[in-house]
């Protein structure tokens, strides 16, 4: 039980290159969570799920699309990528029958 | 507007010094809310809901607290192996999305 793994760990960017950051869950829920986390700002909501076929944007969504590619797996998708999308990227997905959130290992983005 | 407010920023304690994490929170229908623990590196791990005014909750050398306003963590004598970033998160009503503070790093000191 893996739980939540996400793929990379690490990538470095230059401005303009576009990527995809993957997230698997094995919890069987339904919803999945992208967030970025930048010192002094928190944990902020990009984009999130609610079930397969279905996203909706979150706090920050400018930049960012997403694919909900079956019930397991959630994609982030950067275009173009720009400095200022610097930061450390989790993905998230609540337990079975509880509203609490778990969050996999990260992707650290470095865009130059 | 939804916010939770974490104070202090940082706090530095000795092996055994007992002490307290604030969480502030204004958050729309609160549901539950929320406290990580989230180690370098790594992304955070879920401790505590709470889900109504004057519920604790009790895990090791931790015990969170709830009133209508705030949450509290309370960490008694800890060890050097509790030092991380503590992460408080309201969840809003009917959206299930979390609201999150900036976190409070925990430093204890042998």
């Known amino acids: 039980n893996a739980g939540v793994t996400q793929t990379p760990k690490f990538q470095v960017l230059k401005t303009g290159q576009s990527m995809t950051l993957q997230c698997a869950q094995d919890m069987n829920h339904n919803s999945m969570y992208w967030y970025r986390q930048d010192p002094g700002m928190g944990l902020r909501l990009i984009y999130y799920?609610?079930?397969?076929?279905?996203?909706d944007k979150g706090e920050v969504p400018n930049g960012y699309n997403v694919s909900r590619l079956n019930k397991r797996e959630f994609s982030l998708r950067l275009e173009s990528a720009a400095p200022s999308q610097t930061s450390v990227y989790f993905c998230?997905?609540?337990?079975?029958?509880?509203?609490?959130?778990?969050f996999g290992p990260g992707t650290r983005l470095t865009v130059t | 507007e939804d916010q939770v407010t974490q104070s202090p920023e940082a706090l530095r304690l000795q092996e055994g010094e007992s002490s307290s994490l604030n969480c502030s929170y204004t958050v729309s229908g609160l549901r539950g809310l929320f406290w990580y623990r989230q180690d370098p590196g790594k992304g955070p791990e879920f401790l505590f809901t709470?889900?109504?005014a004057g519920e604790e909750k009790e895990k090791e050398r931790l015990k969170a607290t709830l009133t209508k306003k705030e949450s509290f963590l309370h960490i008694t004598a800890p060890k050097p192996e509790d030092s991380a970033t503590y992460l408080c998160a309201g969840l809003r009503g009917a959206t299930n999305k979390l609201i999150f503070g900036t976190g409070t790093l925990l430093a204890v000191q042998p």
């Open positions: 799920s609610a079930s397969e076929g279905t996203t």
């Open positions: 709470l889900y109504s």
């Open positions: 998230a997905t609540p337990g079975q029958g509880s509203h609490e959130q778990y």
